[in-house]
C-alpha cells in the first residue's frame, strides 16, 4: 500500500495502521531505539526516499496549471520548487512544457534528481541545485513556484520563514505565484491525534517499509514531533533506520502575517481535492492539508 498522506498531518487523514496511535505529549526525552538525528537521513537516501514516496503527481501538476491561469495576468513558463526532494515535480513539469529549477539543502538529494533529469534526457527544461529555503535566492526570476507536502515545516521559526517568504518574493517577478502545500495547526489540538501511517512500497529488488508516526505536539513552541521509521530490503541486503522529524506546527496567523510582510498576498486557498475555500473561513489543520496560493506583489 503506498500512503497518499505522508507529511501531510492531519486530522482528516484516511490512512490508518493497526500501529498504535500517538499520544498528544508522549515525553520528549522517551529513547528511540536505532537512535535519533537533527538532520534527517531519510532525505540522505534519495533512491529509497524516492521509492517510497513515489506517487502520481498529474492531478496536481493540472490543479498548479489552473492556478497559473486563473492567477497569473501572465504566461507561466519558469517555475522554482524549493525542496525538490529527489525531483518528481523536476520530471513531471517538463512534460507539460514548463522549464523547472528545484533546489534542495540535502546534495544527495540533488544529484539524484539530476541524475534523473538527465537519463530522462529533460537538461534543458529542468535542473536541481543545492540550498538552504531559509537564505536561497535567484537572481535570474521565476513566473511561479511551488513547494510539496509540508515542506515548509522544516522552517521552525518565524524568523526563517520570514526570510524564506522574502527570498522567495525577491526570486520571482512582480505578480508571480507562489502554491504552498501545507497542514495548518489544528485548532483544537485534540484533533492532531491521528493514526499512524505505515506503506510498503517495491521496485524491482527493493523493497522499502515505512511508518510516519506524529507523536507529540509542542503548542507553545509550535512544533510537532514525528517518529519515521523505514526497513529497506535491496538485493538481499537488509538494514533499519529510525528518527525523528521535528517540523513546525504552522498556525495560518503566523503563515499569513509573514507571507504578507514578505510582499505577498492570498489569493485562494484549495483544499486537496482542489475546492477552493473561502478566504474569510476559519482556516485550521481539521481542513486537511491545504494549497494557499500566493501572490507577489499585487
Ligand atoms: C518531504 S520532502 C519533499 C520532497 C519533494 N518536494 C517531494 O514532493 O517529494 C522534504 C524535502 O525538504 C528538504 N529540506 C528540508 N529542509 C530544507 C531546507 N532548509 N532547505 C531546503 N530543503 C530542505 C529535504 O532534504 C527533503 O528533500
Known amino acids: 500500500m503506498m500512503a497518499k498522506n505522508f507529511f501531510k498531518s492531519s486530522s482528516s487523514s484516511s490512512q490508518s495502521s493497526p500501529r498504535s496511535e500517538g499520544s498528544l505529549n508522549d515525553d520528549p526525552d522517551t529513547p528511540l531505539t536505532g537512535g535519533l ?25 493540472d490543479f498548479y496549471i489552473k492556478c497559473f491561469k486563473r492567477y497569473c495576468g501572465f504566461e507561466v513558463k519558469r517555475i522554482l520548487e524549493p525542496a525538490c526532494g529527489s525531483g518528481v515535480f523536476l520530471l ?39 540550498g538552504d529555503m531559509a537564505n536561497m535566492k535567484f537572481s535570474e526570476k521565476f513566473d511561479a513556484a511551488i513547494i510539496a507536502i509540508n515542506s515548509l515545516g522544516y522552517l521552525q521559526t518565524d ?25 495548518c495547526a489544528c485548532q483544537n489540538i485534540e484533533n492532531e491525534r491521528r493514526p ?41 541486503r537488509v538494514f533499519e533506520l529510525e528518527e525523528e522529524h521535528v517540523l513546525r506546527l504552522w498556525y495560518y496567523d503566523d503563515l499569513k502575517k509573514l507571507a504578507e510582510e514578505s510582499g ?18 476559519k482556516i485550521t ?14
Open 37 to 61: 538525528s537533527e538532520e534527517p537521513k531519510l532525505y540522505r537516501l534519495p533512491k529509497y526516499y524516492d521509492i517510497a514516496f513515489s506517487r502520481d503527481v498529474s492531478r496536481e501538476i
Open 264 to 281: 505577498f498576498s492570498i489569493k485562494a486557498i484549495y483544499t486537496q481535492e482542489f475546492q477552493p475555500v473561502p478566504l474569510d473561513s
Open 92 to 130: 513531471a513539469f517538463p512534460r507539460y512544457g514548463y522549464q523547472v529549477v528545484g533546489y534542495d539543502i540535502s546534495p544527495e538529494m540533488v544529484e539524484y534528481a539530476n541524475e534523473k533529469i538527465r537519463r530522462a534526457g529533460l537538461q534543458s527544461m529542468a535542473k536541481a541545485v543545492v
Open 285 to 298: 489543520g481539521e481542513l486537511g492539508a491545504l494549497y494557499f496560493v500566493l501572490a507577489n506583489k499585487v
Open 196 to 236: 499512524d501511517e505505515t506503506w510498503v512500497a517495491e521496485e524491482g529488488s527493493v523493497k522499502v517499509e515505512a511508518t510516519w508516526r506524529p507523536y507529540r505536539y509542542d503548542t507553545t513552541k509550535k512544533l510537532r514531533y514525528v517518529n519515521f521509521k523505514m526497513k529497506v530490503q535491496d538485493s538481499g
Open 159 to 183: 524568523d526563517k520563514l520570514l526570510s524564506h517568504f522574502k527570498c522567495m518574493s525577491e526570486s520571482l517577478v512582480d505578480g508571480g505565484l507562489y502554491i504552498v502545500e501545507l497542514s
